[in-house]
């Protein structure tokens, strides 16, 4: 399968969910809303060159994070670019109360999509040695789920280098590998067979719902929000992660379904589309 050659670099479309991230970047345009921040917290001494090759080595073998985006005949497109060495600021740190200034300077942390990289490394050292990896990159070249194991890696790459052993960790895919698995599905009966099913499915739309007392949550364009976290026990989450994987289902369809499920109690709806607040 190829795409279309632009100075010797394959051009793809991007895939669905890319579009759906691109429209959501052009209708919020100047704002951090598509921003996925994480940390690494290293409590040890650590060696900064060593864990700065170690971004580079993850950077390199994931084609996701060498996403570039371009526009072409008006419209976004993408390649994969060779990895090249990128500025990993360093920190000392002189208390702990600054990390919370780089953590907002990067939460805000303004990309120029067009043809640049979509990501951002800062390293903290603390004075006694020990430190903390900050990094941001834009929703279109990665989500929550492998940001997270991409982090993972970074870590095992890292200790790999140091001389540590450590148990293997997950490995994110290849994109290029899913961008030409999306066109084939496309392509495909089953696409066809999918489509229609959804389609005599809601030939009549139910009711569409939301969280009670969201309606205002848009008003006078204010998209600001904030985050509350929840911990589980082990113990739970063990427990949720082996009845997905008796169900065949993601962690993410569980959690759906159980909000799914709050939504029938409290609106009385046995069936009904669940909308964003804006919709």
Not at 32 to 38: K, Q, R, S, Y
Not at 54 to 80: G, L
Not at 82 to 103: M, R
Not at 147 to 158: D, H, S, T, V
């Amino acid at each position: 399968m190829k795409g279309i050659m632009l100075m010797a670099k394959e051009i793809y479309e991007l895939t669905n969910p890319q579009k759906s991230i691109w429209h959501t970047e052009k209708y919020f345009e100047g704002t951090t809303i598509n921003n996925i921040c994480a940390s690494i917290t290293i409590l040890d001494k650590f060696d900064v060159d060593a864990l700065k090759q170690a971004i580079y080595h993850i950077v390199e073998k994931n084609d996701s994070f060498r996403t570039r985006i371009i526009i072409q005949d008006n419209k976004p497109m993408q390649y994969f670019a060779e990895f090249e060495p990128f500025p990993v600021e360093i920190i000392q740190l002189k208390t702990d109360q600054e990390i919370n200034k780089i953590k907002e300077e990067l939460m805000n942390y303004s990309y120029n999509i067009i043809d640049s990289n979509l990501f951002c490394f800062k390293i903290a050292k603390f004075p006694d040695g020990h430190g903390i990896l900050i990094f941001t990159v834009h929703h279109i070249i990665s989500d929550g789920w492998s940001l997270g194991i991409f982090a993972q890696n970074i870590m095992k790459e890292y200790c790999e280098l140091c001389g540590v052993e450590v148990p293997p960790s997950q490995e994110t895919g290849s994109y290029i590998e899913y961008i030409h698995s999306e066109k084939e599905y496309l392509q495909s009966s089953k696409f066809e067979k999918d489509k229609n099913y959804w389609i005599d499915q809601f030939q009549e739309i139910p009711e569409s719902v939301s969280f009670a007392g969201s309606k205002n949550t848009f008003k006078n364009n204010n998209y600001s929000s904030k985050r509350e976290s929840f911990r589980v026990s082990s113990f739970v989450a063990k427990n949720i992660q082996n009845y997905c994987s008796q169900n065949k289902i993601s962690v993410f369809q569980f959690f759906m379904a159980i909000y799914s499920i709050y939504l029938s109690k409290t609106t009385g709806l046995n069936e009904f589309v669940i909308r964003n607040s804006n919709s």
